[in-house]
T-cell receptor, first 116, second 110 residues
């Protein structure tokens, strides 16, 4: 199994530009999570999906952030317009159906986002 | 709202030493407690998962314990090695997705 795949690994952009982060969960997993990691705040949950449906987006910091999951094998996190304070590592994670959100999470390698 | 705290933030030990990493959580109504390892520039890898009905889990040189009543978990690493150097994060799972601590950055010196 290839694990959770995220792209790109690194993204450098200028303030005001649109940024799209991509995630392919492990096949068969029905929960998908987007987390953001910074030194100051640690790992924060942004949004999570179950069977492609957004369940809780209360962690999305502003309307500039949006996430979609058009099918079971693909999700995107979009920031428009981007700001320097959005600079962080963004992780995608998925979990297996046997235990849902209460079971083991598998993380991707993350996208290091730098907004200049 | 669940809060997870890990102390210390960083720890340096000589190779071969046994060590304990601490994790505390504010809401004891958890379903499980998980420990993860994160290497620099990498994602998180799950090490151990303790269900709320369990007291401990072991994997090789790692042993994690859980005391729900006191809101504490510990990760014990036996005979530490330089390859154990990484950041270790604990996370509490309840009715909401996992809430993470900020981690303990461990350095094992050869």
């Amino acid at each position: 199994d290839a694990g959770v795949i995220q792209s790109p690994r690194h993204e450098v952009t200028e303030m005001g530009q649109e940024v799209t982060l991509r995630c392919k969960p492990i096949s068969g997993h029905d929960y998908l999570f987007w987390y953001r990691q910074t030194m100051m705040r640690g790992l924060e949950l942004l949004i999570y999906f179950n069977n492609n449906v957004p369940i809780d987006d209360s962690g999305m910091p502003e309307d500039r952030f949006s996430a979609k999951m058009p099918n079971a094998s693909f999700s995107t996190l979009k920031i428009q317009p981007s700001e320097p304070r959005d600079s962080a590592v963004y992780f995608c994670a998925s979990s297996a159906p046997s235990g849902g959100k209460r079971e083991k999470l598998f993380f991707g390698s993350g996208t290091q986002l730098s907004v200049l | 709202k669940q809060e997870v705290t890990q102390i210390p933030a960083a720890l340096s030990v000589p190779e071969g030493e046994n060590l304990v990493l601490n994790c505390s959580f504010t809401d004891s109504a958890i379903y499980n407690l998980q420990w993860f390892r994160q290497d620099p520039g990498k994602g998180l890898t799950s090490l151990l998962l303790i269900q709320s009905s369990q007291r401990e889990q072991t994997s090789g040189r790692l042993n994690a314990s859980l005391d729900k009543s006191s809101g504490r978990s510990t990760l014990y690493i036996a005979a530490s090695q330089p390859g154990d150097s990484a950041t270790y994060l604990c996370a509490a799972g309840g009715n909401t997705p996992l809430v993470f601590g900020k981690g303990t950055r461990l350095s094992v010196i050869a």
